[in-house]
């Protein structure tokens, strides 16, 4: 690690005494917390300063994996029919806090229904999914709507026009639809796959699959935990991961599922679509794997085209940036490896910033963001040549940061200065809002200072609590 001296911006700072015991947090997570030895989790470092190492060198393959256990047992359920969830009043007050410059914590939303696990923004609107199995929306950090299902932890939330998709705990992804007349009534739409496609495979013994002894399921159905969803809107395609280890693909026109595709040896963790129609997948086994879309016979056919990593470290999350054209992959050892498209998916480098596992990943502009269960969150900024610099540690949280979705603020940004809002979700139950410039003000530490207002029901009240 580096110590140079530069723009960096910490935001309040804090010091780790020891590691906490998160496992219990984390028991239906697979292979998480498989850290390397080399890691020291005891020791906060000193310098704000955290840069890649630009090694040009493929990471050191390994032939050992990782195995995720018996942590999630899958639950059946029954297709339920939409269920509005009733709003409940804002439980603890969130806070609203200065913008430093450039960087800062501008809000804060606190529920106690349930640890947050999955996030979407979409222009102003933001939804969240948590383990209360609750989705709700957002438009100005004031609570639009709510909608759940009757079952199954929301793991993954990605959203296409009026639609939204989710993926669940008990292996369904459910489809909800935005009201064309009142934007904040949300209705199910359908589940993936369709009871009528369910009903039409089930005649046929060939569409049946073992996944144990004496125990098949149909191929077009996740018999685990839909644990990510990406979208291709340009091919009108949705890819779903589960931990059951595979990945499948969906057709959006008519919800159909074209593929199921036996992807890993273990859980999938992340699944990204992007760059020139690649299609990229991370597992619990350590392995990051690029598979591409190519016509066979009268159709088209996923085949795996490269292995980009294998690892005895779990990996956790991928993300892709298109500007950029960079993969970038968490892992829980707290590195984050990153691959250059242009340079044909060389290893670029890896970014070493967290002192545990790295739980989430995005994207924008040229700033990727990092969260980790150390529950901090690295920003950092791609330069020219491939070197990324650490311009901030947003902290703040109290438990493991589990999702990251950002959105460009257009209302401040400039072509000179980007300036984005990126909101992150934790297991303490909240979710927070930040400023975030692509340009760090001149090297100065700024702790955390609170306004004289607090929220209650949606509203900024003025004066002492």
């Given at each position: 690690m580096r110590k140079d001296k530069g723009g960096t911006m910490v935001m309040e700072q804090t010091r780790l005494r020891s590691r906490p015991n998160l496992g219990t947090?984390?028991?239906?997570?697979?292979?998480?917390?498989?850290?390397?030895?080399?890691?020291?989790?005891?020791?906060?470092?000193?310098?704000?300063?955290?840069?890649?190492?630009?090694s040009l060198a493929s990471p050191m393959h390994s032939n050992s994996t990782t195995t995720s256990g018996e942590g999630s047992?899958?639950?059946?359920?029954?297709?339920?029919?939409?269920?509005?969830?009733?709003?409940?009043?804002?439980?603890?007050?969130?806070?609203?806090?200065?913008?430093?410059?450039?960087?800062?914590?501008?809000?804060?939303?606190?529920?106690?229904?349930?640890?947050?696990?999955?996030?979407?923004?979409?222009?102003?609107?933001?939804?969240?999914?948590?383990?209360?199995?609750?989705?709700?929306?957002?438009?100005?950090?004031?609570?639009?709507?709510?909608?759940?299902?009757?079952?199954g932890l929301v793991k993954a939330i990605v959203i296409l026009g009026d639609r939204i998709f989710t993926g669940h705990q008990d292996g369904k992804i459910r489809v909800w639809k935005v009201s064309s007349t009142d934007p904040s009534v949300h209705k199910r739409?359908?589940?993936?796959?369709?009871?009528?496609?369910?009903?039409?495979?089930?005649?046929?013994?060939?569409?049946?699959?073992?996944?144990?002894?004496?125990?098949?399921?149909?191929?077009?159905k996740h018999f685990d935990a839909v644990s990510c969803l990406s979208l291709n809107e340009e091919l009108g395609l949705l890819y779903s991961g589960s931990w059951d280890k595979t990945m499948k693909v969906w057709r959006l026109a008519n919800s159909k599922c074209l593929e199921s595709i036996d992807a890993h040896d273990d859980a999938i963790n992340s699944v990204v679509a992007g760059l020139d129609g690649l299609?990229?997948?991370?597992?619990?086994?350590?392995?990051?794997?690029?598979?591409?879309?190519?016509?066979?016979?009268?159709?088209?056919?996923?085949?795996?085209?490269?292995?980009?990593?294998?690892?005895?470290?779990?990996?956790?999350?991928?993300?892709?940036?298109?500007?950029?054209?960079?993969?970038?992959?968490?892992?829980?050892?707290?590195?984050?490896?990153?691959?250059?498209?242009?340079?044909?998916?060389?290893?670029?480098?890896?970014?070493?910033?967290?002192?545990?596992?790295?739980?989430?990943?995005?994207?924008?502009?040229?700033?990727?963001?990092?969260?980790s269960a150390d529950k901090s969150i690295c920003v950092w900024r791609r330069e020219e040549g491939g070197i990324h610099t650490c311009l901030s540690v947003l902290t703040g949280h109290t438990g493991p940061i589990k999702c990251l979705?950002?959105?460009?603020?257009?209302?401040?940004?400039?072509?000179?200065?980007?300036?984005?809002?990126?909101?992150?979700?934790?297991?303490d139950k909240s979710v927070k809002v930040w400023r975030v410039s692509q340009y760090a003000p001149e090297l100065k530490e700024v702790k955390q200072a609170y306004l004289n207002s607090y929220t209650v029901n949606g509203d900024t009240v003025k004066g002492k609590r």
């Open positions: 947090l984390f028991q239906s997570e697979p292979s998480l917390f498989a850290l390397n030895n080399n890691v020291d989790v005891g020791v906060e470092d000193e310098s704000p300063y955290r840069k890649s190492s630009a047992p899958y639950v059946m359920s029954p297709f339920n029919e939409a269920s509005p969830c009733n709003k409940s009043p804002w439980i603890t007050p969130s806070t609203i806090e200065t913008d430093f410059g450039q960087n800062g914590l501008i809000g804060s939303i606190v529920r106690k229904e349930g640890h947050i696990y999955s996030l979407a923004a979409f222009g102003d609107l933001l939804y969240t999914g948590s383990d209360s199995k609750n989705i709700r929306a957002w438009k100005n950090l004031k609570e639009l709507s709510g909608f759940k299902a009757k079952s739409f359908s589940s993936l796959p369709t009871f009528k496609d369910l009903i039409k495979s089930s005649v046929k013994p060939n569409n049946y699959v073992e996944i144990r002894r004496n125990r098949s399921v149909l191929r077009i299609v990229f997948t991370g597992s619990a086994d350590g392995t990051v794997k690029v598979w591409k879309r190519e016509l066979q016979g009268k159709g088209t056919k996923h085949f795996l085209v490269q292995l980009l990593l294998k690892q005895g470290n779990a990996v956790t999350s991928l993300a892709v940036n298109k500007e950029s054209a960079v993969l970038y992959c968490g892992s829980s050892d707290g590195l984050v490896n990153f691959w250059e498209c242009e340079k044909h998916l060389s290893h670029g480098g890896v970014l070493r910033g967290h002192k545990m596992a790295v739980l989430c990943l995005a994207t924008s502009g040229n700033l990727v963001f990092s969260g979705a950002v959105e460009e603020d257009h209302q401040t940004s400039s072509k000179a200065n980007r300036k984005f809002i990126v909101y992150s979700g934790s297991l």
